[in-house]
Every structure is written in C-alpha cells, then in structure tokens.
Nanobody
Framework: QAQLREAGGGSVQTGGSLKLSCTAS?????LAWFRQAPGQEREGVAS???????FYGDSVKGRFGISKDNDKRSLYLQMDDLKPEDTAVYYC??????????????????????WGQGTQVTVSS
C-alpha cells in the first residue's frame, strides 16, 4: 500500500521559516503539497515533477520553494516569510496522472490519488 509520510511541521512566528519533508514508499514522477486550514477547503500549494517543472499557488509564490530528491523518494517544501494565514495542516500528495504536473492540474484536489496524513504548521503574529 502506497504511503506518504510528512515531517517538519511546527510553530513559528510571522516572518519565520520551516522546511517540510515527505518520504514516499514508492517512486513517483509527480508530487504535490496541499494545505487545509480549519473551516476551509483543501488548497494546492505547489507541485513538481522529476524534471523540476514546478507550479505554485498564488498565495505562496515567491515565498515557498518545492524540491524533489528522486533517489531518496523525498519531497520538500521550503517555506519562508511565513504569515499567520499560512497556518494549516500540510499534506503531501500524489496525482492520479503524471501529466498533472505539466498542466498544473496537480494543484487541484480532485486530481489527487494518494494523500499523506498531514503535518501541522502554525504561524503566530
């Protein structure tokens, strides 16, 4: 059974940084990060494929960076200049189709086949 395990969440103050990691039980060409704040819908944060093609949600562009280590089956999310509105549970995800990382559809929740358990990120003002 495919598994995704996130790590690196925590509490920081506004303007701080965190780096999330996700370790997969198998190799995936296309991976993505999502987040969900209380009472809100799950939101696509960033996606990347094995070639480094990346897409970002508008709210995190210029502040977050996604990267992938194919050898380690790992995905990362470097989050800088964090804001209170970034507070959410962050999920690692695998889209159903690899092409989603080319089209940008990997940022749509309905494109996802596998979800991780999530890791909490809390940003205080």
């Amino acid at each position: 059974q495919a598994q995704l395990r996130e790590a690196g969440g925590g509490s920081v103050q506004t303007g701080g940084s965190l780096k999330l990691s996700c370790t997969a039980s198998a190799y995936y060409v296309c991976l993505a990060w999502f987040r969900q704040a209380p009472g809100q819908e799950r939101e696509g944060v960033a996606s990347i494929n094995k070639f480094g093609t990346a897409f970002y949600g508008d709210s995190v562009k210029g502040r977050f960076g996604i990267s992938k280590d194919n050898d380690k089956r790992s995905l990362y999310l470097q989050m800088d200049d964090l804001k209170p509105e970034d507070t959410a549970v962050y999920y690692c995800a695998v889209p159903t189709f690899e092409s989603a990382c080319i089209s940008g559809d990997a940022l749509l929740p309905q494109s996802i086949a596998i979800w991780g358990q999530g890791t909490q990120v809390t940003v205080s003002s």
